[in-house]
């Protein structure tokens, strides 16, 4: 790698075709947004008619090989030396989790998704019941829980391993060593790096586009900002232009903190929904919601829409799955940032069972209190007292007219006085501080991969990467809104999912040759099988095993 110049400390290759292929991109939106447009669908609409399987099955094989991973005895492995101890304590760390992992699209999605199910989905006969609810609690679960956070583990393990016990670089391109060997420095290492950073740009652009979109939505009624795409661009540069400054203090201070203070803010309007909102519901339904989702899980996983072809899966599951792997190399390569020093099963369990559940609290304190207000919505009169109780609260209304909206009507039918006020006001600062995380998140792993695992990339080009991912974002808005934004996900996902298949196949590989020389799994061996001798033969044995 070069030691002056512009790329100092850069790979040269994947640094210059990353920037050329963003560089295209911007000026294709700029001034051919309408035929940026269409391609977009056109593809996208492609994949989901003739791939849409392939993402179920891909999915849904990653989740069950994680389940079996954490259970094999190389969960005792630690990622780094055998000495080695986390870096960051448990709730540091699952606030970065967290933070990098869901933020912005939580936000976004946790009313609007359980509304939008609750109107209308394939398993119901008729929407606006409580059969409806409880369905669209479980699909919301399903999208949201284990499945999008098994993604997530596959890269961020592969990544850990290779980087912090086989001592190769912190890139997508090690995770292929066992396949390959050195030949990751050549073109096909360069090509999987180039295809992580193309990732990682759509990835959080897309949930940058997302939070600005109800950023403006809160500041409008709140501050009377108009809500236009101008105003949106506007907030996209301002909040970018913060993240810059947080991700060039680093992942100890900035990046960690604003980690930490979104995991106290949550916790605040969390703890407003469940003082203000029906305690005794929701704290109900929170238990009903995971055990419906746990017993609907399989068959959520892999039904494909075969026999109906409603296309309802091809704009939420598929759209879903195509953004958690479009964020794959983006979350992936930042948890491994952090988890540095935990054992395999650790990690698995960390990332794939910690934040599902922090998600399902969330999902079920701010869906499930909409769901309430919707079907048991109580008018009382000016002394208090219960007039009648009736559906229809304008969470439905909202959504079906604005859907950034729902969040701040359903505060607002809990609260139209101050406590409201300042859960919506929480509200918002939450989602600019979960877009600076994402935006500062994001900025790192691209640097990092383009230093080829450098931990503390140049800063000149973790400020010029920070404000292209803005760049991209206000682009996908200019060129489509949200439909564009889905669309990139879609698109994107799908030639990073075969590197995950790879990914998975070279971790199996590298982790069984471990098994061969390792001493604490040789030893492990050895006792299972000296164990079921004497079980099976009444074999006595003639010395002790230590």
């Known amino acids: 790698m070069p030691k002056y110049g512009l790329l100092k400390n850069m790979n040269p290759v994947t640094s210059l075709i990353s920037m050329a ?98 109107q209308s989905n394939p398993f119901v ?139 106290w803010l949550s916790a605040g309007i969390l703890v407003f929904l469940l003082c203000f909102g029906p305690t005794r519901f929701l704290l109900g339904s929170l238990i009903q919601n995971i055990g419906d989702y746990l017993s609907n899980l399989l068959s959520l996983s892999t039904w494909t829409d075969s026999y109906t072809d409603s296309k309802w899966q091809s704009s939420w599951t598929a759209f879903y799955w195509g953004w958690w792997m479009a964020w794959a190399p983006f979350v992936g390569m930042f948890i491994a940032r952090v988890s540095k020093g935990r054992t395999i099963r650790e990690f698995i369990i960390g990332v794939l069972l910690v934040p599902s559940l922090l998600g399902f609290i969330w999902l079920t304190l701010f869906g499930s209190t909409a769901l309430y207000l919707e079907l048991f919505h109580q008018i009382t009169n000016s002394s208090g007292e219960l007039v009648a109780v009736v559906g229809q609260a304008g969470v439905v209304d909202a959504v079906n007219s604005d859907i950034t909206a729902a969040l701040y009507v359903t505060l607002e039918n809990l609260d139209n006085g101050f406590f409201g006020t300042l859960a919506a006001f929480t509200a918002t600062l939450l989602i600019s501080t979960y877009f600076i995380t994402s935006s500062d998140s994001g900025t790192l792993v691209i640097t990092t991969i383009l230093s080829m695992g450098d931990e503390n990339p140049p800063l000149g080009h973790r400020v010029l990467w920070g404000l292209g991912e803005g760049a991209v974002a206000a682009i996908l808005l200019l060129v489509g809104g949200l439909a564009a934004l889905q669309t990139a996900a879609i698109i994107v996902a799908l030639p990073f999912s075969m590197v995950m298949i790879i990914m998975m196949w070279g971790l199996v590989k590298a982790l069984r040759q471990e098994n061969q020389y390792h001493p604490q799994l040789i030893q492990e061996q050895y006792r299972e099988t000296f164990t079921s001798q004497i079980l099976t033969e009444k074999v006595v044995p003639d010395t002790e095993l230590n």
């Open 125 to 263: 006969e008729q929407g606006l019941t409580p059969e409806a609810a409880q369905v669209a609690m479980r699909l919301t679960f399903f999208h949201w829980g284990l499945h999008p956070w098994a993604i997530y583990v596959v890269v961020g393990l592969s990544l850990s391993y290779f980087s912090y016990r086989k001592k190769l670089p912190l890139t997508i391109r090690s995770s292929l060593y066992p396949l390959i060997g050195n030949k990751i420095y050549g073109p096909i290492g360069h090509t999987v790096d180039i295809l992580a950073v193309f990732g990682t740009i759509f990835g959080v652009a897309t949930s940058l586009g997302l939070g600005v979109t109800q950023m403006n939505t809160g500041l409008n009624l709140m501050f009377g900002m108009d809500i236009s795409l101008g105003n949106q661009i506007l907030l996209i540069g301002v909040i970018s232009s913060i993240a810059t400054l947080s991700v060039v203090s680093g992942v100890g201070r900035g990046v960690k903190i604003l980690s930490e203070v979104n995991m």
């Open 21 to 118: 292929l963003v560089i295209m991109f911007l000026l294709a939106g700029i001034f051919f947004t309408e035929g940026s447009a269409l391609l977009f669908h056109t593809i996208s609409n492609w994949i989901l008619d003739y791939l849409k399987w392939y993402y179920i099955g891909i999915v849904t094989s990653i989740l069950f090989f994680c389940i079996w991973l954490s259970f094999s005895r190389h969960g005792k492995l630690r990622l780094g030396d055998d000495d080695s101890r986390p870096e960051y304590g448990n709730f540091a760390w699952f606030s970065m989790l967290f933070s990098a992992g869901m933020g912005i699209g939580l936000m976004f999605w946790s009313i609007a998704e359980p509304i939008t199910h609750f």
